[in-house]
């Protein structure tokens, strides 16, 4: 399954990708997200944060690892707990004076989830809408 939302802002992009890519900021414009702390590393290649969320009345933990960054371009970050694999990636660019981030994740559901995740599509719709704009919301506060 993918989500990926769009998000523009009047904001330099260093000052955009230097609050995304430090994912602990997930709590701030990520409505499903209730703590993300990071576990080891320094935010570049790596780095380890652990994300606890609430998705339909649940609560789950992922430990998501940085696997790509290219400063001020992207980054791309990899989850994992015993039910799903997420890869989130964020792309920034320049447009017209204006920065534009991409926000992509994909989810490859494990064992018996994955027959029901097709079942949860609105779900996961629901909140891409609402993290597309807590994160153009927090983004314009910056």
Do not use: C
Not at 62 to 79: A, C, E, K, M, Q
Not at 119 to 126: E, I, N, Q, S
């Amino acid at each position: 399954m993918r989500l990926q939302r769009t998000v523009t802002v009047q904001k330099p992009l260093d000052k955009v990708f230097a609050y995304l890519s430090d994912f602990t900021t997930t709590t701030e414009w990520d409505p499903g997200t209730v703590k993300t702390v990071r576990t080891s590393g320094d935010g570049t290649f790596g780095t380890e944060y652990l994300n606890t969320s609430t998705f339909a009345g649940r609560q789950t933990q992922l430990t998501y690892v940085v696997v790509d960054l290219v400063p001020n371009r992207h980054i791309s970050l990899r989850g994992e707990n015993k039910t799903v694999i997420a890869h989130d990636t964020m792309t920034f660019r320049k447009v017209d004076g204006d920065t534009e981030v991409t926000y992509t994740a994909d989810f490859t559901f494990k064992g018996i989830t994955r027959f029901v995740a097709p079942l949860m599509k609105p779900a996961f719709t629901r909140l891409g809408n609402e993290a597309e704009a807590g994160m153009a919301a927090a983004l314009e506060r910056l």
